[in-house]
């Protein structure tokens, strides 16, 4: 038993001389980081091909996006007005055709807002069908489509809602997920 745990012993030993004669001969590279400017530093992410914003810049660029709902890159990607070519994650803010847009010409519902109660157990294609029946979505697969598209299905709460046929699926989608 004695010898086992001598040959052990020295076995950490040498590899404890090891580390440290490699630590001498092969010091640890210095720290380009917390020893470049500012500058070197912005011109290195740079040559890596990202974007450096300052302070306003970003400011200025935050409030744009959050204006116009999505960000300029992923207008700029879409293939025709008002569809998401899939490229971004952006959930598409006004997936409705030309028609739906437009307030409903049937008399189920005329914009104005309506409580829409979601009970336990009830699944996307339930939620859509009700808002379908109520005259809110003009095709309950559609929107149910979109809730599993950009994966707002498995966050629907329970409760009442209020959400009118005004309001694009984007916005029910949150509305019913809050």
Not at 2 to 12: D, T
Request: charged fraction near 25%.
């Amino acid at each position: 038993m004695k010898q086992p745990i001598q040959a052990f012993a020295i076995g950490l030993f040498v590899a404890g001389v090891l580390m440290l004669a490699g630590n001498y001969v092969y010091p640890a590279p210095q720290d380009t980081v917390n020893s470049a400017s500012i500058e070197e530093l912005i011109k290195i992410v740079e040559d890596e091909g990202y974007h450096v914003l300052t302070e306003s810049e970003y400011i200025t660029y935050s409030v744009q996006k959050d204006a116009h709902g999505q960000s300029a890159e992923a207008t700029d990607n879409q293939s025709e007005p008002g569809k998401n070519d899939g490229s971004t994650d952006q959930p598409d803010t006004n997936d409705k055709t030309e028609e739906s847009s437009e307030p409903e010409k049937d008399d189920k519902n005329t914009g104005e807002p309506i409580t829409l109660a979601i009970e336990p157990g009830m699944a996307s294609s339930d939620v859509s069908f009700m808002l379908e029946k109520e005259g809110i979505v003009e095709d309950s697969k559609e929107f149910n489509t979109y809730l599993n598209k950009h994966d707002f299905s498995p966050y629907i709460q329970i409760g009442d809602v209020e959400v009118s046929s005004n309001m694009s699926f984007y916005e029910i989608a949150v509305k019913i997920t809050q």
